[in-house]
């Protein structure tokens, strides 16, 4: 039996409160005038049973009210383990989850459809065949949300890890949620734990909300990125604070050849007060598939601790595409083997179909107010011979070096720019500005779109356990 929520529309900063009168009251891009519980469809909490088909016959059944004009409609998951395959959203739809909500992803290889390899990619990432759909997934939709009370959805990916590790996999393995070919999308307010692969992938999608992750996998489990916005625009990335065995924020665009064709680059993306630990990666990097192109990152109020670098940039010759107008700002980090990083000699070429004259432009990297310790190298900077990484802008920035860091503590070739204040100085292709009134490194002042969408006020009335 279906349960009505009556849902209200006030516009309020809070992102979720709660009152013993009126039950949990949070925010998003949408409230909803039609709600249920996974109960109502024959959902058992209890870790054991597969709810697989409960979540297609509850999604199948809101869909009549999943409209504009109908209100739209939310699953809501209460607390309890919730074993599950794959299973698939719909348009103006919420899956909100309790609390003490636990999605479990089945670890039966047959509740996990086979997909194409995505268009821009010309094949799977880990293997050439195609890929396991995502345990949520998502396609050709609007005004999608999930979310909750900081409820989890555990991928159980040790399962996929030793898969992959020996090499038994025919698929690549899939991800936590996958959204494609998508607008006004939220993503907020949960734990994502142990992904088979990346977390959260964000593909050929614009008008992107993501806030208040918390994203936790072992340091060393494969390929385990964060957040990884892919061929997106518009999209905004906030308080999320994610330990993984990779980037923490993957930004991406497509894979050689392939991504080239595509042409769907990432642009208009804001990454702000995230916290990452990665010991063997980046707490945001750009690339290594960037191949249709990566445009107007603003990032600010980053903290990397115990992190192999801070932000990198990683391409190769045959990737094609562009990263350009990269803006940083108010970042902090400790324990680092690096605090920058580019390289175009990364490598991992999709096939060898790739043109080798299909050259990376790297260029407008602004990084400013910036304080690192104990930092092994300071900066590794490997651009192309014939095709400079140009326009890297560095200024007010104190890196303390590690004892026995390596030395010089900078590592720079086939890079043009310029610095100030920066320690320790850095090499003779980023010479020092000495002008009091140098004004390089600017964060750009006019707002993106993305930053101006007020979230609405929606309240649950499902009672809570």
Known sequence: MM???????????????????????YSAISCRSHSASLVDFGGVGDGKTLNTKAFERAISELRRYASEEGGGAQLYVPAGKWLTGSFSLISHFTLFLHRDAFLLASQDIKEWPVMEALPSYGRGRDAAAGRYRSLIFGTNLTDVIITGDNGTIDGQGAYWWTQFRGKQLDYTRPHLIEIMYSQHVQISNLTLLNSPFWNLHPVYSSNIIIQGLTIIAPVNSPNTDGIDPDSCTNTRIEDCYIISGDDCVAVKSGWDEYGIKFGWPTKQLIVRRLTCTSPYSAAIAL?????????????????????????????????????????????????????????????????????????????????RDIVAEDVTTAALLQGISGDPFTGICVTNVTIGMAAGAKKPSWSCKNVEGMTSGVTPPPCHLLPAQQSENFLACNFPEESLPIDNLELKKCFNSIKHA
């Open 3 to 25: 349960m009505v929520a009556f849902l209200s529309s006030e516009r309020g900063e809070s992102r979720r409160e709660r009152s013993e009168t009126s039950g949990l009251v």
């Open 287 to 367: 690339g290594s598939e960037m191949s249709g192109g990566i445009q107007d990152v603003r990032m600010e109020d980053i903290t990397a601790i115990k992190t192999e670098s801070g932000i990198k940039i990683k391409t190769a010759i045959g990737r094609g595409g562009y990263v350009k107008d990269i803006y940083l700002k108010r970042m902090t980090m400790h324990t680092m083997k690096w605090a920058f990083f580019m390289t175009g000699n990364y490598g991992s070429n999709a096939d060898n179909n790739f043109d080798p004259k299909a050259l990376p432009q790297i260029r407008g990297i602004h990084y």
